[in-house]
């Protein structure tokens, strides 16, 4: 009954692809090689385009090959990244650095060391503090011009640049945006799990074992 359910799951994943397959290049066994006409052509160099997968988009969002439509996504992407890369850090570094000393509000008598980690301090943290967080957000929106990246530049590029990305050999940029651009799914994927395992259990690290 397991080889079963398990073969059944594959099947469901496998005739899906030949449908995908089959409406793109005419055949559940055409060669994608062959079929140069698909407007996703347009971004199989683009940044991201990666091993094992090359250009994915299950749900042909870029099907109609629309560039602006394309760049504006791309740094979308890019943006949600770097925050969940930076909070996946912010789940991480409590437990292992331990918090600051002192007091996160004065007036409210609120240290660090009283803020949970997690989906917890979510109603610790008073409304003047998350003011201050969504200003910080509006002024990096703001200040590096709201979309003009997409408009003027390329996604992702805000006016910064770091050491590790900047230089002159294009190569190895490449790879260090590559690099940025999978480490940001990653993140992305990882603070989903933090959430939920957070939210199931009381903690990101729960032991599921106790659940």
């Keep these: 009954l397991n080889s079963e359910l398990a073969n059944g799951r594959l099947a469901m994943m496998a005739v899906t692809g030949m449908f995908f397959q089959d409406g793109l290049t005419g055949s559940a066994w055409g060669d994608w090689a062959l079929y140069t006409d698909s407007p996703l052509r347009a971004f199989e160099g683009e940044l991201g385009v990666q091993a094992p997968l090359g250009f994915w ?8 090959g629309d560039l602006y439509s394309f760049k504006r996504r791309r740094s979308v992407e890019i943006k949600h990244g770097r925050i969940c890369m930076l909070a996946t850090m912010g789940y991480i570094t409590p437990e292992v650095a331990g918090k600051f000393p002192g007091y996160l509000s004065p007036s409210s008598k609120l240290l660090f060391a009283d803020v949970p980690n997690g989906l ?12 201050q967080i969504l200003a910080y957000a509006a002024f990096c929106e703001i200040s590096a011009g709201y979309d003009a990246d997409v408009n003027e530049r390329t996604p992702g590029d805000i006016g910064w640049n770091p050491p590790l990305f900047s ?7 490449k790879r260090r945006l590559n690099a940025e651009i999978a480490n940001g799914r990653l993140a992305m994927m990882a603070i989903i799990g933090m959430f939920f395992q957070d939210g199931l259990t009381g903690s990101a690290w729960g032991d599921w074992a106790l659940y």
């Design 167 to 173: 230089g002159n050999d294009p190569e190895t940029k």
């Design 120 to 131: 917890a301090a979510i109603s610790k943290v008073p409304f003047l503090g998350w003011s």
């Design 57 to 64: 988009d299950p749900l042909g969002l870029s099907a109609d």
